[in-house]
């Protein structure tokens, strides 16, 4: 048990836990609102249809929340973020893409602005629909260390070799070391982050983003993509890709509700080499749901 122990602590990743409109830790950014931006900002668009209009174009994607890189730099313990300027998240609400396949990049952007001093409240685009213009909530942020999920260490092959050599249940040995950390506790959803890592509700995210960065759709599961490919991905998410921000159904805030899919989190993962060179252009999106 010890070695196991062992080999599950040195996954602990220090993260930011978020909370919007209302909630504890501190002020780190806002939600919704009209985004802080440089002159000359030209606002994102993604060419797509919707679940609602079958005709393909561009389309204005929704500003989601913009984050204070000074106020977060105390609580960032690994200093993975800017320490200065705003991060701004962007995604096409209307369509909700997964993030499945290659065809999907571009319907989700991040932005950093350095120079925080020369920003100005957007104007919204005119074709940006009303329900796609989100209230202004304040978020609160706190540090945490994190563990992953059962998903993320059963990609862990060696360690469920390990824990099958000495006849325990893979399941009961991680289900004890998180429960015995001092902060993990079961938090009721919506469950907001930056970095650390994610509460997944369906597959490990990290491995979709290596495998479509490698030019492979997954919306089909991974029955059709090379078994070489599948192994050499499988350890993605420790030294490839990192989450960079969860964003969860259920903003609460009057008759506004946020959705998406059927009760899901959207995740913005970055590649590390990228987050080190402040390439936020290369941000990967995926939605899962229920």
């Known amino acids: 048990m010890e070695d196991l122990n062992a080999a599950l602590a040195s996954l602990a990743r220090n993260a930011v836990r978020l909370s919007i409109g209302t909630g504890e830790g501190a002020a780190v950014g806002r939600f919704g609102g009209a985004p802080d931006v440089p002159e000359g900002f030209d606002w994102p668009r993604f060419v797509t249809d919707t679940y609602t209009d079958s005709e393909v174009k561009p389309r204005s994607l929704t500003f989601l929340a913009q984050f204070d890189c000074a106020a977060l730099a105390p609580l960032d313990r690994d200093g993975l973020l800017p320490r200065e300027g705003v991060l701004s998240f962007f995604y096409e609400t209307v369509s909700q893409r997964w993030g499945y396949g290659p065809e999907d990049a571009g319907c989700a952007r991040v932005y950093w602005f350095p120079n925080q001093t020369a920003l100005r409240p957007a104007e919204f685009p005119a074709d940006l629909e009303e ?7 304040p978020i609160q942020g706190r540090a945490v260390t994190e563990y992953p999920g059962y998903e ?4 862990q092959l060696d360690l469920l070799k390990s824990c099958q050599r000495k006849g325990q249940n893979p399941w009961e040995v991680f289900g004890e070391f998180r429960a015995a950390q001092p902060d993990y506790r079961e938090v009721p959803p919506p469950w907001h982050r930056l970095l650390g890592w994610p509460d997944i509700i369906q597959s490990a995210i990290a491995q979709e983003c290596a495998l479509v960065s490698r030019g492979y759709a997954t919306g089909r599961g991974f029955q059709e993509i090379p078994e ?15 989450l ?7 903003v609460p ?5 946020l959705e998406f899919g ?27 749901c229920c």
Not at 131 to 137: K, Q, S, T
Not at 152 to 155: I, M, Q, V
Not at 228 to 242: I, Y
Not at 253 to 257: H, L, Q
């Open 152 to 155: 993320e260490f059963a990609g």
């Open 262 to 288: 059927d009760s899901g989190s959207i995740y913005f993962y970055i590649q590390k080499e990228d987050l080190a060179a402040r390439r936020f252009d290369r941000v990967w999106l995926v939605l899962q």
């Open 244 to 250: 960079l921000f969860q964003l969860d159904s259920g």
């Open 131 to 137: 329900y796609c213009r989100f209230p202004a909530l």
């Open 228 to 242: 070489a490919v599948l192994r050499e991905t499988e350890g993605a998410f420790l030294d490839e890709w990192r």
């Open 253 to 257: 805030a009057g008759d506004f509700s």
